[in-house]
Protein backbone atom coordinates (compact mmCIF):
# COMPACT_ATOMS: atom_id res chain seq x y z
CA UNK A 1 0.00 0.00 0.00
CA UNK A 2 0.64 3.56 -0.33
CA UNK A 3 3.37 4.64 2.21
CA UNK A 4 1.28 7.62 4.15
CA UNK A 5 4.03 8.11 7.00
CA UNK A 6 6.17 10.64 6.77
CA UNK A 7 9.61 9.73 7.38
CA UNK A 8 11.26 12.92 7.32
CA UNK A 9 12.62 12.51 10.02
CA UNK A 10 13.15 9.02 12.10
CA UNK A 11 14.67 8.20 14.96
CA UNK A 12 16.42 5.09 15.69
CA UNK A 13 15.68 1.39 16.73
CA UNK A 14 17.99 0.87 19.35
CA UNK A 15 18.89 -1.80 21.56
CA UNK A 16 18.84 -1.48 25.26
CA UNK A 17 17.83 2.16 24.83
CA UNK A 18 14.60 3.06 22.61
CA UNK A 19 12.03 1.16 24.85
CA UNK A 20 8.55 2.77 25.43
CA UNK A 21 9.75 5.25 28.33
CA UNK A 22 12.59 6.42 25.95
CA UNK A 23 10.00 7.24 22.91
CA UNK A 24 7.09 8.64 25.47
CA UNK A 25 10.11 11.05 26.41
CA UNK A 26 11.12 12.00 22.77
CA UNK A 27 7.44 12.22 21.65
CA UNK A 28 7.30 15.14 23.90
CA UNK A 29 10.34 17.12 22.22
CA UNK A 30 8.95 16.47 18.70
CA UNK A 31 5.23 15.21 17.58
CA UNK A 32 6.53 14.58 14.05
CA UNK A 33 8.89 12.39 14.51
CA UNK A 34 8.71 8.80 13.31
CA UNK A 35 9.50 6.65 16.62
CA UNK A 36 11.08 3.49 15.98
CA UNK A 37 11.04 0.21 18.56
CA UNK A 38 13.96 -1.38 19.66
CA UNK A 39 14.50 -4.80 17.57
CA UNK A 40 12.30 -7.40 18.54
CA UNK A 41 12.77 -10.78 17.30
CA UNK A 42 9.67 -13.00 15.93
CA UNK A 43 10.30 -15.44 18.76
CA UNK A 44 10.08 -12.88 21.22
CA UNK A 45 6.49 -12.28 20.02
CA UNK A 46 5.47 -15.74 19.46
CA UNK A 47 7.19 -17.22 22.29
CA UNK A 48 7.89 -14.91 24.92
CA UNK A 49 6.12 -12.20 26.97
CA UNK A 50 4.43 -10.27 24.38
CA UNK A 51 3.11 -7.60 26.48
CA UNK A 52 6.45 -6.78 27.76
CA UNK A 53 7.50 -6.53 23.80
CA UNK A 54 5.01 -5.01 22.39
CA UNK A 55 3.49 -2.30 24.66
CA UNK A 56 3.38 0.77 24.11
CA UNK A 57 1.13 4.12 25.21
CA UNK A 58 -0.92 5.96 22.58
CA UNK A 59 0.66 9.00 23.21
CA UNK A 60 3.82 7.41 21.40
CA UNK A 61 2.03 7.78 17.76
CA UNK A 62 3.08 7.47 15.10
CA UNK A 63 5.64 4.75 15.85
CA UNK A 64 7.05 1.61 14.06
CA UNK A 65 8.30 -2.07 15.15
CA UNK A 66 10.91 -3.63 14.49
CA UNK A 67 11.17 -7.10 13.46
CA UNK A 68 13.92 -9.41 13.79
CA UNK A 69 14.00 -13.06 11.71
CA UNK A 70 14.08 -14.72 8.35
CA UNK A 71 10.80 -16.85 8.55
CA UNK A 72 8.46 -15.15 6.08
CA UNK A 73 6.03 -17.03 7.71
CA UNK A 74 6.84 -16.27 11.05
CA UNK A 75 7.46 -12.81 10.02
CA UNK A 76 4.38 -12.30 8.30
CA UNK A 77 2.52 -13.59 11.55
CA UNK A 78 4.17 -10.82 13.83
CA UNK A 79 3.25 -8.44 11.12
CA UNK A 80 -0.11 -9.45 11.56
CA UNK A 81 0.25 -9.07 15.57
CA UNK A 82 2.00 -5.80 15.16
CA UNK A 83 -0.87 -4.45 12.99
CA UNK A 84 -3.82 -5.71 15.84
CA UNK A 85 -1.31 -3.86 18.25
CA UNK A 86 -1.62 -0.58 16.74
CA UNK A 87 1.93 -0.35 15.26
CA UNK A 88 1.68 2.21 12.61
CA UNK A 89 4.36 0.69 10.43
CA UNK A 90 6.51 -3.05 10.72
CA UNK A 91 10.22 -3.03 9.47
CA UNK A 92 12.74 -5.57 9.12
CA UNK A 93 16.44 -5.44 10.59
CA UNK A 94 19.09 -6.26 7.98
CA UNK A 95 21.79 -3.70 9.18
CA UNK A 96 23.06 -5.58 12.91
CA UNK A 97 25.82 -6.81 12.73
CA UNK A 98 26.02 -9.12 16.17
CA UNK A 99 27.21 -12.89 16.56
CA UNK A 100 23.73 -12.88 18.50
CA UNK A 101 21.63 -12.04 15.44
CA UNK A 102 23.64 -14.19 12.72
CA UNK A 103 23.31 -17.32 14.67
CA UNK A 104 19.55 -16.42 14.88
CA UNK A 105 19.82 -15.53 10.89
CA UNK A 106 18.85 -12.36 10.77
CA UNK A 107 20.13 -8.84 10.56
CA UNK A 108 23.03 -7.35 8.34
CA UNK A 109 23.68 -11.46 7.38
CA UNK A 110 20.65 -11.28 5.31
CA UNK A 111 22.13 -8.86 3.19
CA UNK A 112 23.58 -11.92 1.42
CA UNK A 113 20.32 -13.61 0.85
CA UNK A 114 18.06 -10.72 -1.01
CA UNK A 115 15.47 -13.20 -2.49
CA UNK A 116 15.14 -14.53 0.97
CA UNK A 117 14.66 -11.05 2.40
CA UNK A 118 12.36 -10.37 -0.50
CA UNK A 119 10.42 -13.72 0.52
CA UNK A 120 10.21 -12.38 3.82
CA UNK A 121 8.98 -8.64 3.38
CA UNK A 122 6.46 -9.91 0.68
CA UNK A 123 4.85 -12.33 3.34
CA UNK A 124 4.46 -9.56 5.68
CA UNK A 125 2.66 -7.29 3.36
CA UNK A 126 0.22 -9.86 2.51
CA UNK A 127 -0.48 -9.53 6.31
CA UNK A 128 -1.11 -6.19 7.26
CA UNK A 129 -2.20 -3.06 5.32
CA UNK A 130 0.29 -1.06 7.43
CA UNK A 131 3.55 0.10 5.40
CA UNK A 132 6.03 -2.61 5.30
CA UNK A 133 10.02 -1.28 5.14
CA UNK A 134 13.52 -2.45 5.51
CA UNK A 135 16.21 -0.87 7.45
CA UNK A 136 19.91 -1.91 6.05
CA UNK A 137 23.38 -1.48 5.33
CA UNK A 138 25.16 -0.21 2.10
CA UNK A 139 26.91 -3.72 2.48
CA UNK A 140 28.70 -6.28 4.19
CA UNK A 141 31.73 -7.67 4.12
CA UNK A 142 33.38 -8.58 0.27
CA UNK A 143 30.07 -7.79 -1.31
CA UNK A 144 30.95 -5.35 -4.06
CA UNK A 145 30.23 -1.94 -3.08
CA UNK A 146 27.51 -0.33 -5.41
CA UNK A 147 25.97 -2.93 -7.46
CA UNK A 148 25.72 -5.73 -4.65
CA UNK A 149 23.48 -2.41 -2.58
CA UNK A 150 21.54 -2.31 -5.90
CA UNK A 151 21.05 -6.01 -6.46
CA UNK A 152 19.54 -5.80 -2.47
CA UNK A 153 17.65 -2.79 -2.90
CA UNK A 154 15.89 -4.10 -6.34
CA UNK A 155 15.03 -7.74 -4.92
CA UNK A 156 13.16 -5.56 -2.65
CA UNK A 157 11.47 -3.44 -4.45
CA UNK A 158 10.25 -6.08 -7.06
CA UNK A 159 8.53 -7.13 -3.88
CA UNK A 160 6.68 -4.15 -3.57
CA UNK A 161 8.96 -2.40 -0.75
CA UNK A 162 9.02 1.05 -1.26
CA UNK A 163 10.36 2.56 1.77
CA UNK A 164 14.40 1.62 2.60
CA UNK A 165 16.22 3.07 5.37
CA UNK A 166 19.61 2.80 5.19
CA UNK A 167 22.74 2.94 7.21
CA UNK A 168 25.27 4.36 4.99
CA UNK A 169 28.18 2.17 6.61
CA UNK A 170 29.43 -1.50 5.74
CA UNK A 171 29.44 -4.17 8.20
CA UNK A 172 31.67 -6.56 8.50
CA UNK A 173 30.08 -9.61 10.37
CA UNK A 174 33.73 -10.88 11.08
CA UNK A 175 36.52 -9.43 13.28
CA UNK A 176 34.27 -6.84 14.20
CA UNK A 177 31.84 -5.96 17.35
CA UNK A 178 28.67 -4.27 16.80
CA UNK A 179 30.36 -0.88 18.48
CA UNK A 180 32.65 -1.01 16.11
CA UNK A 181 30.56 -1.78 12.82
CA UNK A 182 29.13 1.65 14.16
CA UNK A 183 32.28 3.60 14.13
CA UNK A 184 35.29 1.95 12.12
CA UNK A 185 33.60 0.82 8.51
CA UNK A 186 33.45 4.58 6.84
CA UNK A 187 30.24 6.18 6.09
CA UNK A 188 29.51 6.59 2.52
CA UNK A 189 27.02 8.86 2.09
CA UNK A 190 27.57 9.20 -1.77
CA UNK A 191 25.99 5.77 -2.58
CA UNK A 192 22.87 6.71 -0.44
CA UNK A 193 22.50 9.53 -3.09
CA UNK A 194 23.46 7.87 -5.62
CA UNK A 195 20.77 5.35 -5.06
CA UNK A 196 18.09 8.22 -4.68
CA UNK A 197 19.31 9.38 -8.04
CA UNK A 198 19.24 6.07 -9.65
CA UNK A 199 15.28 5.35 -8.02
CA UNK A 200 13.88 8.29 -7.73
CA UNK A 201 10.34 6.26 -6.82
CA UNK A 202 11.74 5.03 -3.92
CA UNK A 203 11.54 6.41 -0.06
CA UNK A 204 15.15 6.43 0.59
CA UNK A 205 15.92 7.46 4.65
CA UNK A 206 19.66 7.94 5.82
CA UNK A 207 20.63 6.30 9.03
CA UNK A 208 24.45 6.97 10.26
CA UNK A 209 26.44 9.66 11.65
CA UNK A 210 24.13 12.82 11.82
CA UNK A 211 24.46 14.57 14.70
CA UNK A 212 22.97 18.27 13.71
CA UNK A 213 19.78 19.17 12.48
CA UNK A 214 21.85 21.54 10.04
CA UNK A 215 23.34 17.76 9.00
CA UNK A 216 19.87 16.80 8.53
CA UNK A 217 19.02 19.97 6.34
CA UNK A 218 21.88 19.18 3.74
CA UNK A 219 21.16 15.22 3.43
CA UNK A 220 16.95 16.02 3.03
CA UNK A 221 18.31 18.31 0.00
CA UNK A 222 18.84 14.81 -1.78
CA UNK A 223 16.99 12.33 0.14
CA UNK A 224 13.24 12.02 1.53
CA UNK A 225 14.53 11.12 5.41
CA UNK A 226 16.79 11.12 7.76
CA UNK A 227 17.15 8.70 10.94
CA UNK A 228 19.03 9.88 13.88
CA UNK A 229 20.19 6.90 16.83
CA UNK A 230 22.78 7.44 19.07
CA UNK A 231 22.52 11.65 18.74
CA UNK A 232 18.68 11.40 19.58
CA UNK A 233 19.59 9.68 23.15
CA UNK A 234 22.33 11.40 23.91
CA UNK A 235 21.68 14.92 23.12
CA UNK A 236 17.76 14.44 23.42
CA UNK A 237 17.42 18.39 23.15
CA UNK A 238 17.97 17.65 19.27
CA UNK A 239 14.45 16.66 18.77
CA UNK A 240 12.84 19.77 20.50
CA UNK A 241 14.20 21.42 16.94
CA UNK A 242 12.71 19.10 14.83
CA UNK A 243 9.00 20.16 14.25
CA UNK A 244 10.24 24.07 13.95
CA UNK A 245 13.69 23.44 11.84
CA UNK A 246 12.15 20.22 9.38
CA UNK A 247 8.85 20.54 9.40
CA UNK A 248 7.45 24.03 9.26
CA UNK A 249 5.61 23.80 13.19
CA UNK A 250 5.70 25.26 16.49
CA UNK A 251 8.97 25.47 17.85
CA UNK A 252 9.07 22.92 20.46
CA UNK A 253 8.80 22.70 24.57
CA UNK A 254 11.69 24.08 26.86
CA UNK A 255 13.92 20.84 28.45
CA UNK A 256 12.27 22.05 31.74
CA UNK A 257 8.48 21.78 30.17
CA UNK A 258 9.40 18.07 29.18
CA UNK A 259 10.88 17.58 32.91
CA UNK A 260 7.43 18.73 33.86
CA UNK A 261 5.05 16.67 31.36
CA UNK A 262 6.73 13.75 31.83
CA UNK A 263 6.00 13.87 35.87
CA UNK A 264 2.07 12.48 35.61
CA UNK A 265 3.80 9.95 33.24
CA UNK A 266 6.29 8.42 35.79
CA UNK A 267 3.07 8.91 38.59
CA UNK A 268 1.17 6.48 36.17
CA UNK A 269 4.35 4.32 35.82
CA UNK A 270 5.38 4.15 39.02
CA UNK A 271 1.79 3.18 40.08
CA UNK A 272 1.79 0.18 37.63
CA UNK A 273 5.33 -0.95 39.76
CA UNK A 274 7.94 0.45 37.35
CA UNK A 275 11.17 1.70 38.85
CA UNK A 276 12.33 5.60 38.59
CA UNK A 277 15.58 4.98 37.03
CA UNK A 278 14.24 2.78 34.20
CA UNK A 279 13.04 6.11 33.07
CA UNK A 280 15.07 8.79 33.99
CA UNK A 281 17.85 7.02 32.58
CA UNK A 282 16.55 7.72 28.99
CA UNK A 283 16.35 11.63 30.20
CA UNK A 284 20.22 12.14 31.62
CA UNK A 285 21.53 14.05 28.11
CA UNK A 286 18.37 16.26 28.14
CA UNK A 287 20.39 19.54 29.34
CA UNK A 288 23.89 19.25 27.94
CA UNK A 289 25.41 22.20 27.31
CA UNK A 290 23.11 23.82 29.86
CA UNK A 291 24.53 25.44 32.90
CA UNK A 292 23.85 22.52 36.03
CA UNK A 293 23.70 19.67 33.23
CA UNK A 294 26.19 17.70 35.41
CA UNK A 295 24.00 18.51 38.85
CA UNK A 296 21.19 17.27 37.10
CA UNK A 297 22.67 14.26 35.54
CA UNK A 298 24.40 13.65 39.06
CA UNK A 299 21.70 13.88 41.28
CA UNK A 300 19.56 11.26 38.89
CA UNK A 301 22.51 9.00 39.08
CA UNK A 302 22.68 8.65 42.96
CA UNK A 303 18.82 8.93 43.60
CA UNK A 304 16.29 7.70 40.94
CA UNK A 305 17.55 4.34 41.43
CA UNK A 306 17.10 3.86 45.70
CA UNK A 307 13.99 2.13 46.57
CA UNK A 308 10.84 4.16 46.79
CA UNK A 309 11.99 7.05 44.66
CA UNK A 310 9.38 8.99 43.02
CA UNK A 311 8.72 12.34 41.28
CA UNK A 312 10.20 14.38 43.74
CA UNK A 313 13.90 13.01 42.64
CA UNK A 314 13.60 14.22 39.13
CA UNK A 315 12.18 17.43 40.21
CA UNK A 316 14.85 18.18 42.96
CA UNK A 317 17.72 17.55 39.71
CA UNK A 318 15.23 20.23 37.75
CA UNK A 319 15.61 22.36 40.14
CA UNK A 320 19.49 22.25 40.03
CA UNK A 321 19.40 22.63 36.84
CA UNK A 322 17.54 26.00 37.55
CA UNK A 323 19.21 26.95 40.48
CA UNK A 324 22.30 27.40 38.34
CA UNK A 325 21.23 29.09 35.16
Known sequence: MPNKLSHRFCTAPLMDWSDRH??????????NALLYTEMVT?????????????????????VALQLGGSDPDDLARCAEIAEQWG????????????????KGRFGACLMAEPELVAECLGAMQSAVSIPVTVKHR???????????????????????????????????????????????????????????????????????GINSIEECR????????????????????????VDAELFGGAPGPSPADVIRAMLPYIECELGKGQRLNHITRHMMGLFQGVPGARRFRRHLSEYAHTAGAGPE?????????????
Open 218 to 241: QHLQQLDGVMLGRAAYQTPGILAD
Open 42 to 62: TGAILFGDRERHLDFDAAEQP
Open 138 to 208: IGIDDMEDYPGLVRFVEAQARAGVSTFIVHARKAWLNGLSPKENREVPPLKYEMVYQLKQDYPDLEIVLNG
Open 313 to 325: VLERALSLVTDAA
Open 87 to 102: YSEVNLNCGCPSDRVQ
Open 22 to 31: CRYFWRLLSK
